[in-house]
């Protein structure tokens, strides 16, 4: 009996991943074949397979149906290239149309069967008209995927403010849960056009450093609260975390001091943790 192996594949270099079954012997990097919800298509191995008995599985996964040839690879570079001018004529149609939508990407199947165009729009958009001629001129069945300004943005790609291609569409396989609170968290100005990214929304860049800022806020004092600075009661008006000072407010005014200048009581300020003083 052949050894069933769990093998993820990715179908973009910042996709996400999923998974498939297989008894093929296949490598991390191998190109394969598999069915998914909208057919064949050409994927990637991920990482080296795993014993898919060592997972908890509660739904049977697809099998992948064989190891890519190069006939499928030819015939997926081709299908890049006719997207490319499908998408060039489905704009065209669409101009034709008096609908709000704004095509963003095309994608052929593997086996050409289905084309995908994806699109954004601030409205509901009534395609059936549309969908007939589509379906006449590309001959094959026709997808329209609404998407939003982050899977946009992913799709196209761009530069960020940082000067370095966009994180969604060069290494985060899925979006981060990103809120207004991590920009507090990490003591920024809460201006939405600077915390923002070129998608429109906050950027994903605010979840990486979030958690060593919650992390290291335990070992400083609460703003608001007050300390002993050379002997005297002061109150902290703000932190520096990146470098160790805190913010102070004496009688000659407003001063930045080291961290270790000031005495405080932890257990009564950010050193709690589960109810239990954290030791620093």
Do not use: W
Not at 44 to 64: A, G, P, R, V, Y
Not at 90 to 108: A, F, G, H, P, W
Not at 159 to 188: D, H, R, W, Y
Request: charged share 30%; glycine share 6%; hydrophobic share 35%.
């Amino acid at each position: 009996m052949e050894e069933i192996k769990l093998a993820s594949v990715k179908f973009k270099s910042a996709g996400k991943i999923y998974y498939f079954s297989t008894n093929l012997k296949l490598k991390k990097d191998d190109r394969v074949v598999v069915e998914t919800a909208r057919g064949l298509e050409l994927g990637e191995i991920s990482q080296e397979l795993k014993d898919i008995s060592e997972f908890n599985l509660d739904t049977e996964l697809k099998k992948i149906v064989r190891k890519a040839t190069k006939k499928d690879i030819e015939n997926y570079q081709k299908n890049v290239k006719d997207a490319k001018q499908a998408l060039v004529t489905c704009k065209e149609i669409v101009s034709r149309y008096d609908v709000n939508m704004q095509l963003t990407n095309c994608e052929y199947t593997l086996d050409k069967a289905k084309v995908i165009f994806m699109y954004t729009s601030d409205d509901r958009v009534d395609f059936r008209e549309l969908l007939k001629e589509l379906a006449v001129v590309f001959k094959c069945r026709i997808e329209l995927r609404q998407i939003g300004p982050r899977d946009k943005a992913k799709v196209i790609g761009g530069i960020g403010t940082c000067g370095l291609p966009l994180c969604c569409s060069t290494l985060l396989g899925e979006f981060n849960g990103v809120s207004i609170n991590m920009a507090k968290n990490q003591m920024l100005a809460i201006n939405i056009e600077k915390i923002s990214g070129a998608c429109g929304r906050l950027m994903c860049c605010l979840k990486y450093e979030d958690e060593i800022y919650s992390l290291e806020k335990e070992r400083f004092p609460k703003i608001g609260s007050h300390v002993k600075y050379q002997d005297k009661d002061v109150k902290v008006t703000g932190l520096n975390v990146i470098n160790d000072l805190v913010k102070i407010e004496t009688n000659n005014g407003i001063v930045f001091v080291c961290l270790d200048e000031i005495k405080f009581d932890k257990n009564n300020h950010a050193g709690k943790k589960n109810g239990k003083p954290r030791s620093h």
